[in-house]
């Protein structure tokens, strides 16, 4: 688990044991970390006129200045969870929009951190596959930086997409895919390289989850997504040799380490298949 969601968790308990506490949207795209904060008394609502605690949460994919304000003026006291590299996309954006660059984000555009970059900006533009490029105006400067979660490799294709497509236009480009998502893509990849099996842990609404598991998908043919070590099948690692793990930035290690132990349990029972296999043929 990333540290952004893994604080933003911390700050939620703690306010959870000074008063009621509601979470704007999901705090982490996990059931098992949900459910965790549902046995503590903290709700969750995805719209603000929902909410019927006094406090809520901004969750760590961080919110608009706009969005911000309007909680507030309808005297609700907000925590802020936001991630402080979010803040940096933030920052970067603002700078961006105030250099006079029409601002295009990489990312999804319904996610709520992509909303939470773009809400306070009038004019901007969010694309996610080179369709959304070929698909821009043209801009005499085009400010362009990511969704923290994006993978690094595309972000940088599409950059120089843009740039490619508007050759006139000055384009900037203010990396703001996060450290902690660039490890492990580039970890995953050097392990999905190795790997005859890889097994992927994560919510199924994660995007940095889904992110990797397309990643691994472009190293080793065998990927598999779950929840939880219940989604494991057994039969996926027929044959398999060398199996792979990896998880989503909002996984928490007892789920990672139920699933490992589910595999290493297959693991074992492979090889005593095998040992009894050797022993009968002895016989
Ligand atoms: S994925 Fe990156 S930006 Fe998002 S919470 Fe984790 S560290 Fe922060």
């Not at 703690?14 to 949207?25: C, F, M, R, S, W």
């Amino acid at each position: 688990m990333c540290f952004g969601v893994r604080d933003a968790i911390a700050l939620a308990l703690e306010h959870a044991d000074v008063g009621p506490l509601t979470i704007l949207g999901d705090l982490v795209h996990n059931p098992t970390v949900l459910s965790a904060l549902e046995a503590k008394g903290i709700a969750v609502a995805q719209d603000v006129p929902d909410v019927r605690t006094p406090t809520l949460m901004v969750t760590a994919h961080g919110t608009s200045e706009r969005n911000l304000a309007r909680t507030r003026a309808l005297g609700l006291t907000v925590v802020e969870a936001t991630c402080p590299l979010v803040h940096v996309a933030h920052r970067a954006v603002a700078a961006l929009a105030r250099d006079g660059y029409h601002v295009v984000i990489i990312g999804q555009r319904n996610h709520v951190e992509v909303r939470g970059l773009t809400g306070d900006l009038d004019r901007f533009d969010v694309v996610l596959e080179d369709d959304d490029v070929l698909a821009l105006d043209e801009h005499p400067r085009l400010g362009v930086a990511a969704q923290t979660t994006q993978p690094v490799e595309k972000v940088r294709r599409l950059v120089s997409l843009i740039r490619r497509r508007f050759p006139q236009s000055e384009v900037r480009f203010i990396d703001t895919v996060c450290k902690p998502t660039k490890q492990r893509q580039s970890a995953a990849i050097e392990m999905a390289s190795q790997a005859d099996v890889v097994i992927v842990v994560g919510g199924r609404t994660s995007n940095n989850t889904h992110e990797l598991v397309k990643t691994c998908a472009r190293y080793c043919t065998r990927v598999h997504h779950v929840q939880t070590d219940a989604d494991v099948r057994p039969e996926w690692f027929d044959g398999a040799e060398v199996v792979g793990l990896t998880a989503g930035t909002s996984t928490p290690d007892d789920v990672i380490d139920r699933v490992e132990a589910r595999i290493r349990l297959r693991a074992d029972a492979t090889v005593d298949k095998f040992a009894s296999a050797r022993a009968s043929l002895r016989r």
